[in-house]
């Protein structure tokens, strides 16, 4: 009993120590922040001002709730309208171009409104810091060799037809002159195709729009062609992207086989984090090229911890962010969609919703609709995100953590102007003691401690306190079971 007792208060202690030597100089060292894919839950909730003014104050203000500033907006191609095989309710989101009784192609501007309405209160909600991205999944069907907007009759064959391109590089470029300059939405980047060299996208798929397209000449084709539509609008300044690749090590085979001319055209490369394989090379072409960088979504139901219950979501959440962050270096980190579920009694053009989120375990996005009552149900996977989308705002500079795997902990720093911020997991269930090495900066008065732990009912969701404990630059306190826990330190 003596000796258990013994052993336990002679714990060794986690170190982590803080070095600017350790920053992310992606994009000259400077953060552009957290985001989330709009499609497909804006498209589900913005007819309803309640939940759209509900989802941009949890999501995107930073005082009230996530801080989120990056929104990626869905160009939708907008399906044939005799198909009727998309049967999410969220996932069926319109076009912006039609074809009129006497065969003519005709921009419908209000045919989006739904979504647009939430980007408009999001980007209000996000005030100086918002950035706007828009994407397609899709062109417009009857741009399409299957004349479906989900993808080709052969899913892993190009499904834009030969002598479309040029039309749908336009299309895209239309898009971001209307929003930019007709609605006064900022659009700071475009990015033309989404997981475009894989076999996911089959016609009459009941999901969700997409579309293949083969890595080399034509990807490097559609890359050219929206850059020389963008530019003929006057919209020099429009970052365009690379492919928003599902891997890295996808995007790298074809970063790798674009043309002279289409990598002199794209201005920033996005990737997706569903699969890690090479993603340590991932960043390291993009140091060796030059280029900006983004983790620009992912998600997904993995839990992490122990016994961690609601916490677990959220866990898992916290230590991908982190493990992405120190693979990739990245200047931005986007969740595919913060709102991945929806209830309501009456369902939506005839389809039924999915219904509550399953907290216990993993689940996609971070909050369900209750569209009976007009409430957005948060879960503790939403508090974990905001641990980091809170406190490390943009204009930050990141600082990797290394830690002792072993050790249960991981840990994220960045710095901005006078403030460092240190943000760290325990998915142990025990407490477990913390050194945070300081000597590399000149830290003074009290430090503040905000934590998320345990289950939505009566656990901790961003929890204040204040910590005096720092001594010879040293801060020593204990990270609580199962938690995610943000350090907010001031130095001179």
């Known amino acids: 009993m003596l000796l258990a007792t013994s052993m336990v208060c002679h714990a060794e202690s986690t170190v982590i120590k803080v070095s600017k030597d350790n920053a992310i100089q992606t994009n ?29 104050a949890l999501f995107f203000d930073v005082k009230q709730g996530l801080g989120l500033n990056i929104m990626r907006y869905n160009v939708g191609g907008g399906d044939d309208p005799t198909h009727h095989h998309i049967t999410r309710t969220d996932s069926d989101v319109p076009g912006w171009m039609y074809i009129d009784e006497n065969g003519e192609r005709k921009y419908d501007y209000t045919a989006d409104a739904r979504q647009l309405n939430v980007v408009k209160a999001a980007m209000k909600a996000a005030g100086q810091d918002a950035y706007l991205e828009i994407f397609s ?14 993808g080709n009759f052969k899913a892993e064959e190009n499904n834009i037809k030969d002598d479309e391109y040029d039309d749908f590089a336009e299309y895209m470029a239309h898009v971001a002159n209307y929003m930019t300059r007709e609605m006064k939405l900022n659009v700071k980047s475009v990015s033309p195709m989404n997981e475009p060299n894989t076999n996911y996208w089959p016609a009459m798929n009941y999901k969700q ?25 006057g919209l020099k300044d429009i970052i365009l992207t690379t492919s928003d690749e599902t891997n890295p090590g996808k995007q790298i085979e074809e970063i790798q086989t674009l043309t002279p001319d289409a990598r002199a055209a794209i201005n920033r490369i996005s990737v997706h984090t569903y699969g890690t394989n090479s993603i340590r090379e991932m960043g390291q072409l993009a140091k060796d090229e030059k280029i900006n960088l983004w983790m620009s979504e992912v998600d997904g139901n993995g839990t992490a911890g122990q016994n961690a219950g609601e916490m677990a979501a959220g866990l898992w959440l916290a230590e991908k962010i982190i493990t992405d962050i120190q693979a990739l270096e990245p200047s931005a980190w986007v969740l595919w969609q913060v709102i991945d579920t929806h209830i309501s009694k009456d369902g939506y ?12 375990g993993g689940y996609w996005g971070t909050a369900c609709a209750n569209h009976d009552t007009g409430e957005i149900l948060l879960t503790q996977k939403y508090y974990a995100f905001g641990q980091f989308s809170r406190y490390i705002r943009p204009g930050s500079t990141l600082i990797l953590c290394p830690t002792d795997r072993r050790s249960g902990v991981k840990a994220l720093a960045a710095i901005n102007k006078k403030q460092l911020t240190i943000v760290c997991t325990n998915t142990t269930a025990q407490d477990k003691e913390l050194t945070i090495d300081l000597s590399a900066f000149k830290p003074k008065g009290n430090v503040k401690q905000i934590r998320t732990s345990g289950q939505f009912a009566d656990g901790e969701h961003w929890a204040e306190s204040d910590l005096r404990k720092i ?10 079971p199962n938690s995610v826990t943000t350090f907010l330190i001031r130095t001179k």
């Open 209 to 233: 729009e997409g579309c293949h397209i083969d890595a080399g000449e034509a990807q490097s084709k559609l890359l050219v062609l929206t850059r020389e539509a963008l530019n003929r609008y």
């Open 471 to 480: 001594k010879e630059k040293k801060l020593e306190t204990t990270l609580a």
């Open 137 to 150: 999944n899709s062109p417009p069907y009857f741009m399409t060799n299957s004349g479906c907007s989900t």
């Open 28 to 56: 000259g060292g400077y953060w552009e922040g957290w985001g989330t894919s709009l499609c497909w839950w804006a498209n589900r909730i913005g007819y309803n001002e309640t939940l759209t003014a509900k989802s941009a």
């Open 349 to 360: 053009m005839g389809r039924r919703d999915g219904g509550p989120l399953r907290t216990q």
